[in-house]
């Protein structure tokens, strides 16, 4: 049986922090709110996963409200995004790179407000979510034209680019040259600057690493 601390704990979980004119509560009344989550998280670890989540979700949504960002943006900046929403993060966008993927969709899907999102996903990633997705996409294409015969417009709209000529000016801003210059460069056997699945997965199985080893060398070498 729960305690009454538990209870009350849960219950507040589960209110709404909202006041009577639909605006969110002040830092003052939220701090307190989502210290006691926490408390009550911790106490349910190894036992009950579903419960931390659903209190980690609510103390995430109480301090990653957009207004507690403009007044207090140090909380904004104090962590990144937590494993499962970077798990979460990497699969929305590897699943969807063909599409237009935007933003406020990853914001969504992460249950995080935008502004929110977008700043734990720079902490955790090391770029923005929009240069992020850029960079899957170009480096998909690499994988493509390196092993396969498609040609470049095939090639763009597989990875999501509006047209071949956008695909061109993003993949020389980040490769440094043009899609076909580099693609005969290659011949055969040419190593890709992407992600190769086995990265891909590793990433989807340990967020932990992602701005460290193998992909902090990567987003350098991209970068540069």
């Excluded at 989502?34 to 949504?61: I, Q, Y």
């Excluded at 494993?83 to 993927?101: D, G």
Aim: proline share 4%; aromatic share 6%.
């Amino acid at each position: 049986m729960k305690s009454t601390t538990s209870v009350a704990v849960v219950e507040m979980a589960q209110a709404p922090a909202f006041g009577p004119d639909g605006a969110m509560g002040g830092l003052e009344t939220r701090l307190p709110m989502a210290l006691g989550l926490l408390v009550e998280a911790m106490s349910l670890l190894g036992h009950d996963g579903d419960g931390v989540r659903r209190l980690l979700d609510r103390t995430m949504a109480l301090l990653g409200d957009d207004d507690a960002d403009e007044e207090h943006p140090a909380i904004a900046r104090l962590a990144g995004l937590a494993p499962w929403r970077a798990q979460r993060a990497i699969v929305f966008v590897e699943q969807r790179l063909s599409t237009n993927i935007r933003a406020a969709e990853l914001a969504r899907d992460a249950r995080l407000s935008r502004s929110y999102f977008s700043r734990s996903f720079k902490m955790t990633f090391g770029v923005a979510p929009n240069i992020y997705v850029l960079r899957r996409r170009v480096a998909l294409a690499q994988e493509m034209m390196r092993t396969t015969d498609e040609p470049l417009c095939q090639v763009s709209a597989a990875c999501g680019f509006s047209d071949q000529a956008h695909f061109s000016r993003v993949f020389r801003r980040f490769i440094g040259t043009s899609p076909r210059a580099w693609r005969r460069a290659q011949g055969c056997g040419g190593r890709t600057a992407g992600l190769d699945p086995d990265q891909v997965a590793e990433l989807v199985e340990d967020p932990s690493g992602l701005r460290q080893g193998w992909y902090g060398r990567l987003a350098m070498e991209v970068a540069a």
